[in-house]
């Protein structure tokens, strides 16, 4: 076997999680190509594959085989004087592809700025913020199938995105090794989205009248400081939970009880809830058990102060759905990998 897919026994994960949980994989690779993980296939079957770590909660430690996705690149592969559509390796870091993209004046993904994490986990979970979803600017994916060993083109359609979802979090999770994400993005007349209250605020704040890709994404940046921790800082995935979607009917009798709950409204009769402020009405804004937390400026963030185990971290995810659905008859669902 080629020295480079070396498989290492009894890794710590700590780094490679942004809730900084220490829990070891029996076996670890970290793969930096096709060419190495195709090969890998033939003697080995991951059991999962890690991207940059930020969306996963890891319960304990992993028997099997983890693989890091560390395929990096990014390539123009098709442009006009409108567009470009780049091709970028899924092991790139999301943030720096956007940094990247605003400096060379391409469109379209500004809104997305730091959202930690890698560009092979942005279409699984379709990440979305401040009005934009992965899912707008996405044209194809390609990955390789963990059993038979090929490459597989994924276009839009075959991707079925939904919010936070894709079919790789469904009927195909676990089966592929995602390689590369190609995104289009605009060169001119850039569809600037400031339709987040809070974009605009900020925005007028920096005194910025003629907004451009830049300005948003600096204000996107400003505004993700002021409410979601660093993990650098405070271990956290993010978002732990999904907003919940019920039927409006559920929502009116729930509005009788709670006068000032928040909603946004969707189509057919649907109503989506800010987790958040379900969370913070049980009262678990900002509070602790042992380690693990909520974030005192945002309940939907789990965070670990240090030293929390995966389980620790699980244990509170589950009292918080127990008051929520006591509270309110609404049943959380997590937004991130419960591994
Ligand atoms: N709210 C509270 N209390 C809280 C947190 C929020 O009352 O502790 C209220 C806020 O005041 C606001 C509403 O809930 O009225 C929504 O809060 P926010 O704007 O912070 O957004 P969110 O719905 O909690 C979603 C995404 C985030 C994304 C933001 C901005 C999900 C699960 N989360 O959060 O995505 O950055 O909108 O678009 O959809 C992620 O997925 O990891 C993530 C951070």
């Known amino acids: 076997m080629d020295k480079s897919i070396e498989i290492r026994a009894n890794v710590s994960l700590q780094p490679y999680n942004t809730l900084g949980i220490k829990a070891h994989a029996a076996q670890f690779i970290e793969v930096n190509s096709e060419t190495q993980f195709i090969e890998l296939l033939d003697t080995n079957t991951p059991d999962y594959i890690l991207g940059g770590g930020s969306n996963v909660l890891l319960r304990g430690d992993v028997e099997g085989l983890i693989v890091r996705n560390n395929l990096k690149g990014k390539e123009i592969v098709h442009e006009t004087d409108d567009m470009v559509q780049v091709r970028f390796g899924a092991g790139e870091n999301w943030h720096e592809c956007v940094l990247w993209a605003i400096e060379n004046g391409y469109g379209g993904i500004e809104n997305l700025s730091l959202i930690p994490g890698t560009i092979?986990?942005?279409?699984?979970?379709?990440?979305?913020?401040?009005?934009?979803?992965?899912?707008d600017v996405f044209v194809e994916l390609e990955a390789i199938h963990l059993q038979e060993k090929n490459k597989q083109i994924f276009d839009h359609t075959a991707c079925a995105f939904g919010y936070r979802e894709s079919v790789f979090k469904k009927e195909l999770k676990g089966q592929f090794f995602i390689t590369a994400v190609t995104l289009q993005l605009t060169k001119k007349n850039h569809k600037l989205n400031t339709s987040?209250?809070?974009?605009?605020?900020?925005?007028?704040?920096?005194?910025?009248?003629?907004p451009d890709i830049k300005s948003i994404s600096g204000a996107v940046i400003q505004i993700r400081q002021s409410k979601l921790p660093d993990p650098a800082d405070l271990g956290n995935a993010g978002s732990f939970f999904k907003n919940p979607v019920i039927p409006k009917s559920q929502f009116d009798l729930i509005k009788l009880a709670h006068p000032n709950i928040i909603s946004y409204d969707l189509p057919d009769d649907f109503v989506k809830i800010p987790a958040g402020w379900l969370i913070e009405q049980c009262g678990w804004k900002g509070k602790r058990i042992g380690d693990a937390g909520t974030y005192k400026y945002q309940a939907l963030v789990i965070v670990n102060h240090g030293e929390a185990s995966g389980e620790e971290i699980w244990q509170l995810a589950q009292k918080i759905q127990q008051s929520v659905n006591d509270k309110f008859g609404i049943k959380l669902t997590p937004e991130v990998n419960v591994f």
Do not use: C, H, R
């Open 120 to 135: 092979g986990a942005a279409p699984m979970q379709n990440i979305g913020a401040y009005g934009v979803e992965l899912k």
């Open 196 to 210: 987040y209250g809070a974009i605009q605020t900020t925005l007028e704040k920096n005194g910025i009248q003629s």
